[in-house]
């Protein structure tokens, strides 16, 4: 049966260990689908990705798909997509600023395409939108995208899990 699970949260909030926890009392052997794609130059984000790995045992399936979701076949399964904010920057222009509206489309068709799956989903994601309004334009228009796709999935969701300091706030 479906179900849709999403974790939100701060940076650092404890967002991946508790969707890494919950996937594992779910299943056995969950898959987990890594939506970042790494760069040469950024060391710190590589030693970040590194530590995910690490942390998750054997028992764990690897899936790496930065753009097509739906491309990955998680029927029967339990899913963490970890995370719904870095798979969305893979949307967004190599140049200029981003239409919002056009790329909040684009995420809303993939998810459904994915979520149409039978099977248990876990999605990771960030509250971006919490601190102050950033100067820089592009910064602007991501925390839009981010706050309308995160509302988007929250209402498709069964459970809303909010982290705060590592702790787990149920609010759906």
């Not at 969950?30 to 054997?58: K, M, N, W």
């Not at 491309?71 to 798979?87: E, F, I, P, Q, Y």
């Not at 796709?149 to 209402?155: D, F, S």
Request: proline content about 4%; glycine content about 6%.
């Amino acid at each position: 049966m479906k179900r849709i699970i999403l974790v939100t949260g701060g940076e650092r909030s404890g967002k991946s260990t508790y969707a890494e926890r919950l996937a594992l009392s779910l299943s056995p052997s969950p898959l987990y689908i890594a939506t970042a794609r790494l760069r040469d130059d950024d060391e710190e984000f590589r030693l970040r990705v590194r530590r995910h790995q690490e942390r998750r045992g054997s028992q764990w399936e690897t899936v790496e798909e930065p753009h097509y979701l739906s491309h990955v076949d998680v029927k029967g399964r339990v899913a963490l997509v970890d995370c719904l904010t870095l798979w969305a920057t893979d949307y967004l222009p190599a140049e200029g600023l981003p239409d919002v509206e056009e790329t909040l489309r684009q995420l809303k068709e993939e998810l459904g395409r994915f979520t149409s799956q039978d099977a248990t989903f876990i999605f990771v994601t960030n509250e971006i939108g919490m601190g102050g309004i950033s100067p820089n334009a592009l910064q602007r228009r991501f925390a839009d995208l981010m706050g309308w796709l995160n509302q988007h999935v929250a209402q498709m969701a069964d459970e809303v899990v909010l982290m705060v300091s590592g702790v787990p706030v149920k609010i759906k």
